[in-house]
């Protein structure tokens, strides 16, 4: 929350010395050069203190780091309106504001690395692409369109009085104060609030090294690792577009014939669209390989960059900058992800000070550069001779840096491509509408399937046979069958997989075995008995490889899962029934049956693990389970499953019943008529 209103801060601050300085002087150039200069000088110290400032990171206590930057930058935050206020000449205001500007830069420079390194620690690994996006939507997302909008009612609240606001009132200098308190709370919190930042800044390892040393240590990591090579140049490519966006935005409001207003509607829906992409991405891609999300990412910020240079309305650009927001989000996100997962913790604070400086200078650059390019040209047009199409220099610009971003997109895409031969529209609808790549197979006819799970000795066996007898005198046709091991293919696999004789299969080949076994289960009984409407029972499915592989052998379990589900064609059971027993109640009456297999000789913290993943299943989705303390006597466990079936199973009328019922129908319904 607090780095959210930090950040706020921020972007408010960025604008607002912005324009500030080009609303100092007159004229077309001269407000380019002087938007475009304020950004400059921002940037400039991070060519200067980038390098050293991730190195410093590793040195001195971090939390401290912290807290003095942001006290630095209350006070300088501060200094700008303040100057204002008291100097008559403007030069010394505008002055003031630019030296300001590049210490605040500075100190956020030292800043940054600290943060950087301090959060993955206190953030467990698995988590770490949710709370990238919470950490990006506030920063990125949903900041700056506060910004905008703080910025746009301070305006109007100061000027709603029909005498003119005095001075230290103008919307921009509040916004500057408002940066510097917000500043002065950050650092307050830090201090009081997060004390065990502190503790992680030394692991003593790198005292020894001079800074130089290791510097060269951490920018050596990036030129040599491929895939970091890859992610560092697609953020940077992604940046630049995105500047250039921002930079040309108010002279691109302009050429659409629209004011102001419409400069602050892009720019706030460029940011409405990078939170978009952060928010909604990762739903919407769902299994999709970060690596191809990435590269594809970018190529759709780069299109849409496109779509906003030739936007001939203003709802046409507003819907260009929509999407170039979400794919800069999406490739930001991913990449930072890749970036938090791929690179490991020694370099880990120096390569994000790397991509964070390197992502200043070129966002600022193009900003800088691109403000200043359509601000000298910004009032010619070129017409193409006849065809009374006018381009102006904003537009040109615009889609040198879509085609760049396109370009880069797809080398970065082709850099770090983890499925090289898959076609990759396929893999993106594939993955959207969800895994497996191959279309389900639909089922036909109605039969039921009620699957036993649970662990070794609960008693799946004696009730699947219950519960078979029971339906049989029911009169319904019944197909009792197991994994693994319910076909000819699927015997010799079992004998693979659960020999004694077996050691040493490895946890992945163990996985694809019961996979294998599985598909052909599907294939050659399941699925042909439930389109014979019969009632299919299975002593274990798909949870039991959750379970012992995923959660057992502690192979990842959406991978599993995933497996699962492409061997089955995504076949579910109808119920699943969960003998829910303590391993070492289970164990002894399985140990009571003879010679025990491999995977019961496991240990009881891998049954331990085993149980709580079924319990966890269930626990997922109520509706298609039946949780059943296995301890109890067999006959109460087999009446509460026998009741649980029949609400399930499809009452079958017999033949003549429907047509009584048919009948009954027509009657009514002739009685109803009016004669
Ligand atoms: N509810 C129960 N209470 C006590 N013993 C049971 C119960 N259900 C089954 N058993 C016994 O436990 C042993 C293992 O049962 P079984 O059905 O083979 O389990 P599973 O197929 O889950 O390994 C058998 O000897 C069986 O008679
Ligand atoms: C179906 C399946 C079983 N298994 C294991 C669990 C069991 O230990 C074993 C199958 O045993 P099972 O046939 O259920 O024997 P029991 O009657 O002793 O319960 O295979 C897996 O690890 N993954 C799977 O996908």
Same mark, same amino acid.
């Given at each position: 929350?607090?780095?959210?209103?930090?950040?706020?801060?921020?972007?408010?601050?960025?604008?607002?010395?912005?324009?500030?300085?080009?609303?100092?002087?007159?004229?077309?150039?001269?407000?380019?050069?002087?938007?475009?200069?304020?950004?400059?000088?921002?940037?400039?110290?991070?060519?200067?203190?980038?390098?050293?400032?991730?190195?410093?990171?590793?040195?001195?206590?971090?939390?401290?780091?912290?807290?003095?930057?942001?006290?630095?930058?209350?006070?300088?935050?501060?200094?700008?309106?303040?100057?204002?206020?008291?100097?008559?000449?403007?030069?010394?205001?505008?002055?003031?504001?630019?030296?300001?500007?590049?210490?605040?830069?500075?100190?956020?420079?030292?800043?940054?690395?600290?943060?950087?390194?301090?959060?993955?620690?206190?953030?467990?690994?698995?988590?770490?692409?949710?709370?990238? +996006?919470?950490?990006?939507?506030?920063?990125?997302?949903?900041?700056?369109?506060?910004?905008?909008?703080?910025?746009?009612?301070?305006?109007?609240?100061?000027?709603?009085?029909?005498?003119?606001?005095?001075?230290?009132?103008?919307?921009?200098?509040?916004?500057?104060?408002?940066?510097?308190?917000?500043?002065?709370?950050?650092?307050?919190?830090?201090?009081?609030?997060?004390?065990?930042?502190?503790?992680?800044?030394?692991?003593?390892?790198?005292?020894?090294?001079?800074?130089?040393?290791?510097?060269?240590?951490?920018? +050596?990591?990036?030129?040599?690792?491929?895939?970091? @090579?890859?992610?560092?140049?697609?953020?940077?490519?992604?940046?630049?577009?995105?500047?250039?966006?921002?930079?040309?935005?108010?002279?691109?409001?302009?050429?659409?014939?629209?004011?102001?207003?419409?400069?602050?509607?892009?720019?706030?829906?460029?940011?409405?669209?990078?939170?978009?992409?952060?928010?909604?991405? /990762?739903?919407?891609?769902?299994?999709?390989?970060?690596?191809?999300?990435?590269?594809?990412?970018?190529?759709?910020?780069?299109?849409?960059?496109?779509?906003?240079?030739?936007?001939?309305?203003?709802?046409?650009?507003?819907?260009?900058?929509?999407?170039?927001?979400?794919?800069?989000?999406?490739?930001?996100?991913?990449?930072?992800?890749?970036?938090?997962?791929?690179?490991?913790?020694?370099?880990?604070?120096?390569?994000?000070?790397?991509?964070?400086?390197?992502?200043?200078?070129?966002?600022?650059?193009?900003?800088?550069?691109?403000?200043?390019?359509?601000?000298?040209?910004?009032?010619?047009?070129?017409?193409?001779?006849?065809?009374?199409?006018?381009?102006?220099?904003?537009?040109?610009?615009?889609?040198?840096?879509?085609?760049?971003?396109?370009?880069?997109?797809?080398?970065?895409?082709?850099?770090?491509?983890?499925? /090289?031969?898959?076609?990759?529209?396929?893999?993106?609808?594939?993955?959207?509408?969800?895994?497996?790549?191959?279309?389900?197979?639909?089922?036909?006819?109605?039969?039921?399937?009620?699957?036993?799970?649970?662990?070794?000795?609960?008693?799946?066996?004696?009730?699947?046979?219950?519960?078979?007898?029971?339906?049989?005198?029911?009169?319904?046709?019944?197909?009792?069958?197991?994994?693994?091991?319910?076909?000819?293919?699927?015997?010799?696999?079992?004998?693979?997989?659960?020999?004694?004789?077996?050691?040493?299969?490895?946890?992945?080949?163990?996985?694809?075995?019961?996979?294998?076994?599985?598909?052909?289960?599907?294939?050659?009984?399941?699925?042909?008995?439930?389109?014979?409407?019969?009632?299919?029972?299975?002593?274990?499915?798909?949870?039991?490889?959750?379970?012992?592989?995923?959660?057992?052998?502690?192979?990842?379990?959406?991978?599993?899962?995933?497996?699962?589900?492409?061997?089955?064609?995504?076949?579910?059971?109808?119920?699943?029934?969960?003998?829910?027993?303590?391993?070492?109640?289970?164990?002894?009456?399985?140990?009571?049956?003879?010679?025990?297999?491999?995977?019961?000789?496991?240990?009881?913290?891998?049954?331990?693990?085993?149980?709580?993943?079924?319990?966890?299943?269930?626990?997922?989705?109520?509706? @298609?389970?039946?949780?059943?303390?296995?301890?109890? /006597?067999?006959?109460?466990?087999?009446?509460?499953?026998?009741? @649980?079936?029949?609400?399930?199973?499809?009452?079958?009328?017999?033949?003549?019943?429907?047509?009584?019922?048919?009948?009954?129908?027509?009657?009514?319904?002739?009685? @109803?008529?009016?004669?």
């Amino acid at each position: 929350m607090v780095t959210g209103v930090a950040s706020l801060g921020d972007w408010l601050g960025l604008l607002a010395t912005a324009t500030f300085a080009s609303a100092q002087v007159s004229g077309s150039a001269a407000k380019g050069l002087a938007f475009g200069s304020v950004i400059a000088v921002r940037l400039l110290p991070a060519l200067v203190l980038g390098p050293v400032a991730g190195v410093m990171a590793d040195r001195f206590d971090r939390r401290l780091t912290m807290v003095i930057c942001d006290l630095l930058r209350f006070v300088l935050f501060a200094s700008i309106p303040v100057v204002a206020l008291f100097s008559e000449n403007a030069g010394i205001t505008v002055g003031w504001a630019a030296i300001a500007t590049f210490l605040i830069e500075t100190v956020t420079l030292l800043w940054i690395p600290a943060k950087e390194a301090a959060v993955p620690n206190l953030i467990p690994r698995s988590r770490l692409e949710t709370a990238n +996006q919470l950490t990006l939507i506030t920063t990125y997302g949903i900041t700056p369109v506060f910004a905008g909008l703080g910025i746009a009612a301070l305006d109007r609240i100061v000027r709603s009085g029909n005498t003119t606001p005095p001075e230290w009132a103008e919307a921009s200098n509040l916004a500057l104060y408002f940066n510097s308190l917000s500043r002065l709370a950050m650092a307050l919190v830090v201090y009081f609030g997060i004390k065990e930042i502190s503790g992680r800044a030394h692991d003593g390892k790198h005292t020894g090294q001079s800074m130089l040393r290791q510097f060269l240590e951490g920018w +050596q990591y990036v030129g040599k690792t491929p895939l970091v @090579r890859g992610l560092v140049f697609g953020i940077l490519g992604a940046f630049a577009g995105g500047g250039v966006v921002i930079g040309t935005a108010q002279f691109f409001a302009r050429s659409l014939n629209a004011g102001d207003a419409a400069f602050y509607l892009l720019f706030g829906t460029l940011f409405v669209g990078l939170g978009v992409g952060i928010g909604l991405g /990762p739903a919407v891609v769902r299994d999709l390989s970060r690596r191809r999300w990435f590269g594809m990412s970018i190529v759709l910020a780069g299109g849409s960059v496109l779509v906003l240079a030739g936007a001939i309305h203003l709802t046409m650009a507003v819907f260009g900058a929509l999407l170039v927001g979400a794919g800069a989000g999406m490739a930001f996100l991913s990449g930072v992800t890749l970036l938090g997962g791929e690179v490991g913790d020694e370099v880990r604070g120096r390569v994000f000070a790397f991509v964070q400086t390197a992502v200043r200078v070129v966002l600022m650059l193009a900003i800088a550069l691109s403000s200043s390019l359509v601000g000298l040209g910004g009032s010619r047009q070129i017409t193409i001779a006849d065809l009374g199409i006018s381009i102006s220099s904003t537009r040109l610009l615009l889609l040198a840096a879509g085609i760049f971003g396109i370009f880069t997109g797809i080398s970065a895409f082709r850099q770090m491509d983890d499925k /090289p031969g898959v076609p990759v529209l396929a893999d993106l609808w594939g993955s959207i509408r969800g895994r497996p790549l191959s279309p389900g197979e639909g089922l036909v006819g109605r039969g039921t399937f009620v699957v036993f799970e649970g662990g070794e000795g609960a008693g799946k066996s004696t009730q699947v046979n219950a519960l078979a007898e029971a339906l049989r005198a029911e009169g319904r046709e019944v197909v009792v069958t197991r994994e693994p091991g319910a076909t000819e293919v699927g015997q010799r696999i079992r004998s693979l997989v659960l020999g004694k004789q077996q050691t040493g299969l490895s946890p992945r080949a163990e996985a694809l075995l019961y996979a294998a076994d599985r598909a052909d289960h599907v294939a050659t009984v399941v699925r042909p008995a439930l389109s014979r409407g019969a009632v299919v029972i299975s002593d274990r499915y798909v949870d039991s490889s959750l379970a012992y592989q995923g959660a057992g052998r502690t192979l990842p379990v959406d991978e599993v899962s995933w497996l699962s589900t492409w061997a089955t064609g995504g076949l579910k059971p109808d119920l699943v029934v969960l003998l829910d027993v303590p391993p070492d109640v289970g164990l002894g009456r399985a140990a009571r049956r003879g010679a025990a297999d491999r995977l019961e000789s496991e240990s009881v913290a891998f049954h331990e693990r085993v149980r709580y993943a079924f319990l966890d299943l269930a626990a997922a989705e109520p509706k @298609r389970y039946l949780v059943l303390d296995a301890t109890r /006597p067999a006959e109460e466990i087999t009446a509460a499953v026998v009741e @649980r079936v029949g609400e399930l199973i499809p009452d079958e009328p017999p033949a003549h019943e429907i047509a009584e019922a048919l009948n009954t129908v027509a009657e009514a319904d002739l009685e @109803r008529r009016p004669s």
